[in-house]
């Protein structure tokens, strides 16, 4: 469970981030973070595992406060906070494999992650994690050899060997083509429906979110302007989210 109390963060720029959030997002939801640039979604995705520090407020995941952690409890929370980023953030000569049980690092002490001292066991879920993205066959190959849609996948598996609980993807399939991007989606799903993984992702696409959701929120200058089901997102609901114009551009298109 995350809960955001009265969660604002503001710039040393003046420019509000997020404002006065008061949310809970539930174990194994699937949430989409839908609004225009700028309006807040990275921000609020980033405070979760406070990659972003908030100005006021508190963040609390199952329970913990990661606002207020100190440097071993926040260690000890991120291990259980996956991420997956737009420009898929690999090693890019390193093996496929070496890029996914770096997700165990968070297990291992300074010295044996330097290292690399992993047990056979952590080998064995990098294993089951390409298995179920599809990519066991790429074990030894270098990551800079994939495509686009195959690094995300891979980043993907970082995250199911971690074994976090809560995966946050910030604009995931941003950089890539539609079949790829219904892929991606569909191994979210897959991993949020049979791990019980609670997913947050970021989204430009209101459509993938209507379609993969159980939930979406809508941000608009920081603030929360609609939290609701796939369903109770109308196209009014979309146009205080967007503003009028989203049709028109749209039709333009």
């Known amino acids: ?9 503001t710039y040393k720029n003046g420019v509000v981030g997020l404002k006065n959030i008061n949310l809970t997002i539930e174990d194994g939801e699937f949430v989409s973070i839908i609004g225009l640039s700028g309006a807040g979604k ?7 595992n406070r990659l972003n520090e908030i100005t ?16 071993r409890e926040l ?9 997956i980023f737009q420009q898929f953030n690999l090693v890019k000569k390193s093996s496929v494999q070496k890029n996914v049980i ?3 690092l968070g297990y291992y002490s300074t010295v044996k992650s330097i290292f690399g001292l992993f047990s056979k066991e952590d080998y064995s879920l990098v294993e089951d994690a390409l298995d179920r993205v599809g990519l066991k066959d790429k074990l030894h190959s270098r990551s800079d050899e994939l495509s686009g849609g195959q690094q995300q996948r891979v980043s993907i598996a970082r995250t ?18 539609p079949i790829t991007t219904e892929k991606i989606m569909k191994d979210l799903k ?11 992702i970021n989204l430009h696409s209101v459509e993938l979110a ?9 941000l608009r200058a920081g603030e929360v302007v609609f939290d609701g089901t796939p369903e109770e997102a109308t196209d009014d609901i979309l146009k205080g989210i967007y503003g009028a114009d989203i049709f028109k551009q749209g039709e333009n298109e």
């Not at 199952?62 to 606002?67: M, Q, R, Y």
């Open 1 to 9: 469970m995350i809960q955001f109390e009265n969660v604002t963060k």
């Open 42 to 48: 990275s921000t609020f995705l980033r405070s979760v």
């Open 56 to 71: 006021e407020g508190n963040i609390q995941i199952n329970g913990a406060s990661i606002t207020k952690a100190k440097k």
């Open 75 to 83: 260690r000890q929370i991120r291990r259980n906070i996956g991420m």
């Open 102 to 104: 770096s997700g165990r």
């Open 160 to 177: 199911l060997v971690q074994q976090a609980e809560i995966i946050l993807a910030d604009e995931p399939v941003a950089s890539l083509d």
């Open 190 to 200: 897959n991993i949020n429906q049979e791990l019980n993984r609670t997913v947050i």
């Open 210 to 218: 209507r379609q993969f959701s159980t939930r979406i929120i809508g």
